[in-house]
């Protein structure tokens, strides 16, 4: 236990106890957050005249000086560490009132917050990135047709700048909550206290403000008691992660031979150690494993948040780990993805694959709808019996013609078609069927190219707006860092002889 917390209401911790409970491994990445925030309250603090501008002035000068903060395996986390360096800086005096109307509860909640607010920002620009490739990708492959799947087996034929499109729109929909997620992360809770705020004057909107923050999180408990900002992005995170998964699913199925649809980069793959034709997807394999790790610290926070009495309990300083993970691994996957994509080369032989020429089922029911008034649901039966028996014979839709379609029309459902060759033949061209799809959404290369600018606008849209809001928190830090000096700097001689009060 930290020195200055001993000799009170307890003599001392064991070691073994303050190691198994210490956060100090994971709360390097809050270091420059908690310096942050001691800057602010103590400018609010001098602001307030809650303590005199001399010993104010002295503290933001001993702050100011922090270039790396040490954290000793004798303090259980960082901020109490801050507090120790400070203290032994500005001696006991002084340093002493730098908790004065604060808590670790408020502290830690909000450098979590700030902290978050900036990996989200990247996140976001991340994932604005792989859209970037993907739309970028698409272009090149408006009118390359590839076989579409449903329970992985041959569905219809689509094109693969439709295919990347599909994952676009799912990225944007992730793009979308996380910026609602950050509206909700970027409150503020310093003056929360443990759970009460304090009775002292403070002034909880100027910290806010300082820190950057667009508000205060109002309500004392819910500020240091709530966690349901990281559960919602991890949530995030998760949705994330299962579509990058299934991205890198389909990936390594295509790059399959048996598949072919893909050819990965030899940069992206590795080999096999006794193997030598062997050409791994490993990338995308370990971007699929990884994914697993993000639906895991999502059960395993949502678990721990679930049991939890009201307000704060140091089973969320085992939460925060899993947030941190999550996003690194998010980021990481994103950014290899937005590398792997632009590279990849289509090899589809779609034409030569016999099996293939089955696509064009749908499209030849909806010809006998359209072209010789029959119910959707005979034809539906009527072409399916004709797949059938061209299966059952090892032959393909190439080999179908009007009099076998007629005899199976006849056999089946009891009709009597007389079908041309020409409508045949125009229903079994991939090329034609995708053309034919030209509703809104669809794959046909019209469509699909309206889609595409579409898309771009909205790229270029989200990385203005993104790097509004990284200017934003840049110069929050600059006002506040500007603040600090003018403070360090300046007197208050009717400020300098008041003693701490706090309102009775």
């Given at each position: 236990?930290?020195?200055?917390?001993?000799?009170?209401?307890?003599?001392?911790?064991?070691?073994?106890?303050?190691?198994?409970?210490?956060?100090?491994?994971?709360?390097?990445?809050?270091?420059?957050?908690?310096?942050?925030?001691?800057?602010?309250?103590?400018?609010?603090?001098?602001?307030?005249?809650?303590?005199s501008?001399?010993?104010?002035?002295?503290?933001?000068?001993?702050?100011?000086?922090?270039?790396?903060?040490?954290?000793?395996?004798?303090?259980?986390?960082?901020?109490?560490?801050?507090?120790?360096?400070?203290?032994?800086?500005?001696?006991?005096?002084i340093?002493?009132?730098?908790?004065?109307?604060?808590?670790?509860?408020?502290?830690?909640?909000?450098?979590?917050?700030?902290?978050?607010?900036?990996d989200?920002?990247?996140?976001?620009?991340?994932?604005?990135?792989?859209?970037?490739?993907?739309?970028?990708?698409a272009?090149?492959?408006?009118?390359?047709?590839?076989?579409?799947?449903?329970?992985?087996?041959?569905?219809?034929?689509?094109?693969?700048?439709?295919?990347?499109?599909?994952?676009?729109?799912?990225?944007?929909?992730?793009?979308?909550?996380?910026?609602?997620?950050?509206?909700r992360?970027?409150?503020?809770?310093?003056?929360?206290?443990?759970?009460?705020?304090?009775?002292?004057?403070?002034?909880?909107?100027?910290?806010?403000?300082?820190?950057?923050?667009?508000?205060?999180?109002?309500n004392?408990?819910?500020?240091?008691?709530?966690?349901?900002?990281?559960?919602?992005?991890?949530?995030?995170?998760?949705?994330?992660?299962?579509?990058?998964s299934?991205?890198?699913?389909?990936?390594i199925?295509?790059?399959?031979?048996?598949?072919?649809?893909?050819?990965?980069?030899?940069?992206?793959?590795?080999?096999?150690?006794?193997?030598?034709?062997?050409?791994?997807?490993?990338?995308?394999?370990?971007?699929?494993?990884?994914?697993?790790?993000?639906?895991?610290?999502?059960?395993?926070?949502?678990?721990?948040?679930?049991?939890?009495?009201s307000?704060?309990?140091?089973?969320?300083?085992?939460?925060?780990?899993?947030?941190?993970?999550?996003?690194?691994?998010?980021?990481?996957?994103?950014?290899?993805?937005?590398?792997?994509?632009?590279?990849?080369?289509?090899?589809a032989?779609?034409?030569?694959?016999?099996?293939?020429?089955?696509?064009?089922?749908?499209?030849?029911?909806?010809?006998?709808?359209?072209?010789?008034?029959?119910?959707?649901?005979?034809?539906?039966?009527?072409v399916?019996?004709?797949?059938?028996?061209?299966?059952?014979?090892?032959?393909?839709?190439?080999?179908?013609?009007?009099?076998?379609?007629?005899?199976?029309?006849?056999?089946?459902?009891?009709?009597?078609?007389?079908?041309?060759?020409?409508?045949?033949?125009?229903?079994?061209?991939?090329?034609?069927?995708?053309?034919?799809?030209?509703?809104?959404?669809?794959?046909?290369?019209?469509?699909?190219?309206?889609?595409?600018?579409?898309?771009?606008?909205?790229?270029?849209?989200?990385?203005?707006?993104?790097?509004?809001?990284?200017?934003?928190?840049?110069?929050?830090?600059?006002?506040?860092?500007?603040?600090?000096?003018?403070?360090?700097?300046?007197?208050?001689?009717?400020?300098?002889?008041?003693?701490?009060?706090?309102?009775?």
């Amino acid at each position: 236990m930290s020195g200055i917390l001993q000799g009170g209401r307890l003599r001392s911790t064991r070691k073994d106890v303050v190691k198994f409970t210490s956060s100090l491994k994971d709360d390097r990445k809050l270091s420059n957050a908690v310096v942050a925030i001691n800057k602010a309250h103590i400018v609010m603090l001098m602001e307030q005249k809650i303590i005199s501008w001399q010993d104010g002035a002295k503290l933001l000068e001993v702050l100011s000086q922090f270039s790396h903060i040490k954290l000793k395996s004798s303090v259980e986390d960082v901020h109490v560490a801050v507090e120790e360096e400070v203290t032994e800086r500005a001696g006991l005096k002084i340093g002493g009132n730098l908790n004065i109307a604060k808590s670790r509860n408020d502290q830690v909640a909000t450098a979590i917050r700030m902290e978050l607010r900036k990996d989200l920002i990247q996140l976001m620009f991340s994932v604005v990135a792989m859209q970037d490739a993907l739309v970028k990708t698409a272009e090149k492959h408006v009118r390359t047709v590839i076989l579409g799947y449903t329970h992985l087996q041959p569905a219809q034929p689509i094109t693969f700048a439709h295919y990347l499109l599909s994952h676009t729109d799912a990225l944007e929909r992730d793009l979308q909550r996380l910026e609602e997620t950050f509206e909700r992360v970027n409150l503020c809770p310093m003056g929360a206290g443990a759970l009460a705020t304090s009775s002292f004057p403070i002034n909880r909107d100027r910290v806010a403000a300082l820190l950057g923050f667009d508000d205060v999180m109002e309500n004392s408990i819910d500020a240091v008691g709530s966690r349901d900002f990281i559960l919602e992005t991890l949530a995030i995170l998760t949705l994330i992660a299962v579509n990058m998964s299934r991205l890198a699913e389909d990936l390594i199925i295509w790059s399959s031979a048996d598949f072919g649809v893909i050819d990965l980069p030899d940069s992206f793959s590795s080999t096999s150690s006794i193997m030598p034709q062997k050409k791994n997807p490993d990338v995308l394999e370990v971007i699929r494993a990884r994914a697993s790790h993000m639906l895991g610290n999502f059960v395993t926070s949502t678990t721990t948040m679930k049991a939890l009495p009201s307000s704060y309990n140091l089973d969320f300083q085992e939460i925060t780990p899993r947030l941190w993970e999550s996003l690194e691994i998010t980021i990481a996957s994103l950014d290899m993805f937005s590398k792997l994509v632009p590279n990849f080369k289509v090899t589809a032989n779609f034409f030569d694959k016999a099996l293939i020429s089955f696509s064009a089922a749908t499209e030849l029911a909806n010809m006998l709808v359209r072209k010789y008034n029959v119910p959707f649901r005979v034809a539906h039966k009527i072409v399916g019996a004709l797949v059938r028996v061209l299966t059952e014979s090892k032959l393909t839709f190439l080999d179908a013609t009007p009099e076998l379609l007629q005899k199976v029309a006849q056999n089946c459902a009891e009709l009597k078609l007389n079908v041309s060759v020409e409508d045949i033949c125009e229903v079994v061209d991939p090329s034609e069927l995708v053309e034919a799809c030209n509703v809104r959404g669809g794959p046909s290369s019209p469509e699909v190219n309206r889609m595409l600018q579409i898309r771009k606008k909205r790229i270029i849209l989200s990385r203005s707006n993104l790097t509004k809001k990284k200017r934003k928190l840049a110069e929050a830090n600059d006002k506040l860092e500007s603040t600090v000096k003018s403070h360090s700097l300046s007197q208050d001689s009717g400020a300098q002889n008041l003693k701490i009060k706090a309102v009775r």
